[in-house]
């Protein structure tokens, strides 16, 4: 029997809901591929109610404590078996919401956390550190087994950039006190350099509100933790928050049957469509897979030298010079528009000739030159030699080969495209071990980059 290979948590703030956009939420989060899906800043209204209705009539299980008159809780919603957490939080426990579901690796304790947010007045700051305080007393230690600790906390890290003054001590204790017994912040973990905000004020000041902290024992199978900011920049917004994605290295059990809750689910946030993962397919293992393409290939692969290298790099850059100038000419781009003419793509082939001629003379023997061996050189080279293939493969499936040779399909394209993808990940994985990371942080560019232009 197969089993899936991560478990994911959201955290979404449901902005409190009328019922036509409570409608909008559900349709999306329907759609997202988390497995369990905490919801803050619920309300005991129409919007939260069929939020809750219709997710339990497709399958999905639902604790929902509704808060009292003018109060804001957290909604859990899974498509996992659950079982009740602890309490944590004597005061406003609605605002902490407990529950496990089950792991090959053990039990999991997910703890949906909605801190109240405060304004300058005594009443409410004495309200949000009081409620702190009751959290720190009835959450466990990140060091006593599995925990996700994720919600709205309406507090910053110490370090936030910019720091504002607002801000006191007891809310920045708050999040220090879970670092100094045992929990990680994925995130930061992750992204250690990074600046992201999932509340923007009118002002355009930005603040991380949204956390997910994992126990000790979960650091080493963080596999993902992005914000996913189309809900609050679409056009016709869900909310005035970035949900927080987070996927752990874990295999859940306990996957429910409902109609809705068993349906194959894909990423919503793909930079291109993608078709539902197979759970045949071990996705969380790829880099593995590629580490030890890496490692067979510094084992096997004869003595390397540099000379060529620079001539043939520079051949490369004007090729890519050229693609640019025909996607510029034709207005293919669709970021950029028609940003050149067809001169420039005549001029930019004649850099080509010009750098292919200096590349060959390069290239030639020379016994008397000595030149450092570097591994990356040939990795990063035979991406060029893929993607030659690949222009192989379209030239001869669309009949535009003129030259003799087998006949060649559009699946032939395709194992070639993967040839690209696969060379290009050990080239960066040579390049850097860190490899994994920085693709995750330049995918995520890409994605905000026209999801909210």
């Not at 959450?139 to 600790?149: F, I, W």
């Not at 859940?252 to 809705?260: D, K, V, W």
């Not at 394209?413 to 490899?435: Q, S």
């Amino acid at each position: 029997m197969s089993h899936q290979t991560t478990l994911d948590v959201l955290t979404f703030n449901l902005n409190n809901p009328g019922r036509e956009r409570a409608e909008r939420q559900l349709a999306y989060l329907m759609g997202r591929p988390e497995e369990v899906m905490v919801l803050t800043e619920t309300v005991d209204s129409t919007g939260c109610a069929l939020l809750a209705s219709r997710f339990r009539a497709e399958g999905y299980e639902v604790v929902f404590p509704r808060p009292g008159r003018g109060e804001r809780g957290v909604m859990i919603v899974s498509r996992l078996a659950i079982r009740p957490g602890r309490d944590v939080a004597e005061y406003l426990p609605h605002r902490a919401v407990s529950v496990f579901v089950d792991t090959l690796e053990g039990p999991l304790e997910v703890v949906g956390l909605y801190v109240p947010s405060r304004d300058a007045t005594a009443t409410k700051k004495a309200r949000k550190e009081k409620f702190l305080e009751d959290c720190t007393i009835g959450l466990p230690g990140g060091k006593a087994g599995s925990q996700v600790v994720i919600g709205d906390f309406n507090i910053l890290e110490p370090n936030h950039v910019p720091r504002y003054k607002f801000f006191q001590a007891f809310e920045y204790d708050f999040y220090n006190w879970l670092g100094k017994v045992g929990y990680v912040d994925a995130y930061r973990e992750l992204h250690p350099d990074s600046s992201e905000y999932s509340w923007v004020g009118r002002t355009g000041d930005g603040y991380r509100y949204e956390h997910a902290h994992v126990s000790a024992d979960l650091r080493g199978g963080l596999l993902r933790c992005l914000y996913v900011h189309t809900p609050r920049t679409r056009e016709d917004r869900l909310t005035d928050h970035s949900a927080l994605s987070l996927s752990l290295a874990l295999h859940p059990t306990g996957i429910l049957r409902g109609p809705g809750a068993q349906a194959p689910r894909q990423p919503a946030e793909a930079l291109f469509p993608l078709t539902p993962r197979s759970e045949e397919i071990p996705m969380n293992d790829l880099w593995p897979r590629i580490e030890k393409l890496r490692t067979w290939l510094d084992d096997n692969a004869a003595p390397t030298s540099g000379t060529g290298w620079p001539g043939v790099f520079n051949v490369m850059e004007d090729l890519g010079a050229v693609s640019e100038a025909m996607h510029g000419a034709t207005g293919t781009n669709p970021r950029k528009g028609q940003s050149h003419t067809w001169d420039d793509v005549d001029k930019k082939l004649r850099d080509v000739i010009a750098s292919s001629n200096a590349a060959l003379e390069a290239a030639k023997p020379d016994e008397k030159a000595a030149t450092a061996s570097d591994p990356r050189l040939p990795r990063i080279g035979k991406i060029m030699e893929e993607l030659g293939e690949v222009a192989e493969a379209v030239r001869g499936s669309s009949g535009t080969d003129s030259d003799e040779g087998e006949p060649q399909t559009w699946d032939d394209v395709h194992k070639e495209l993967c040839d690209v993808i696969v060379t290009t990940m050990v080239a960066l994985l040579t390049c850097t071990p860190d490899a994994a990371k920085l693709l995750d942080v330049r995918l995520q560019r890409l994605v905000d980059r026209v999801t909210t232009s």
